[in-house]
Structure formats: C-alpha cells, structure tokens
C-alpha cells in the first residue's frame, strides 16, 4: 500500500499534539498535587492529622505514583495511633517503589508501636535486601530492633517457664 506524505504528516501532528495535551495536564496535575501536599504539610504541623491525610489523599488522585504522599499519610496515621492504616500506607508505597527506604523505616515505626518485634526486625532486614542507600541507618535501626526482639522473647520465655 502507498501511503501519501501528507496523511504521515498529518498524522505526526495529531500524534505531536496528543503528546503536548498529555504532557500539560500531567504537569497541572503535578502542580495540583504539589499544592495539596503543601497543604496537608501545613495540617500535619498544626497536628490536623485527618485533614492531613485528606490533602495527602487528593494529591494522590492527582498523581498516584508519588510514594512520598503514602508516607506521609503513614506519619499522620502513626500520630493518630492508628497503627494498621500507617502500615497499609507504608505497604502501598513499598508496591509502587520496593526501594524507597522511607517507606520501610516509617512501617517499622508503625510495628514497633504495635510492638510486633519479630515483624520490625523482618521489615528492616527487607529493606537492606531492597535499597541501596541508607543502610548504615537502617542497619541502626535493625540493631535496636533485635535488641528488643531478644528481650521480648527472653520474656515470653521467662512467663512460659514460671506458669
């Protein structure tokens, strides 16, 4: 088949068109969301954590990709001590990016305060599997968790023998 210069042409403007289009309502999005998570940055340090957490979830639906908003939404969710939503975030952070290292220390956050030793300890030991940055923190962070997860089970083990 012949194909005319013309309809090429026509067809590489509408195809260069289409691509300007999308380029601009991502980059109004993104403007969009930046401006929500300023917002719920605000709420956060006024300590209006669930107006936090509403901002943070608009400026996801702008840009569902942007792990940090997950990890924010976690912090507030850690302040309202409601420790299974913080985790949940941290959760879907960590599928959209397995390497984001903020993601894996506020989870350990979240279980420790549910005092899930076992789980901080696995959390963290994921995280120097996953990330290559950071790890001299997370290895502190590791260190610290074992300690407690020894001590937990030296304790569990204490009860067990006495009753």
Excluded: P
Aim: hydrophobic residues 35%; proline residues 0%; contains cysteine.
């Amino acid at each position: 088949a012949v194909v005319s210069t013309q309809s090429t042409g026509g067809f590489m403007k509408a195809v260069e068109e289409d691509a300007n289009r999308r380029h601009e309502n991502r980059r109004r999005k993104e403007e969009k969301s930046k401006i929500r998570r300023e917002k719920g940055n605000e709420h956060f340090k006024n300590g209006r954590y669930e107006e936090a957490i509403a901002e943070y979830d608009i400026a996801i639906k702008l840009t569902g990709w942007e792990v940090s908003l997950y990890t924010n939404k976690a912090q507030c969710y850690t302040k309202m001590k409601d420790y299974d939503k913080a985790i949940e975030a941290c959760d879907r952070a960590l599928y959209i990016e397995d390497d984001f290292v903020k993601g894996y220390i506020q989870k350990s956050n979240a279980l420790l305060a549910k005092k899930s030793h076992k789980e901080v300890v696995e959390c963290l030991e994921l995280c120097l599997e996953n990330c290559k940055s950071n790890t001299s923190i997370v290895n502190g962070y590791l260190g610290k968790a074992r300690i407690l997860l020894a001590i937990e089970t030296a304790n569990e083990e204490v009860v067990n023998s006495v009753t």
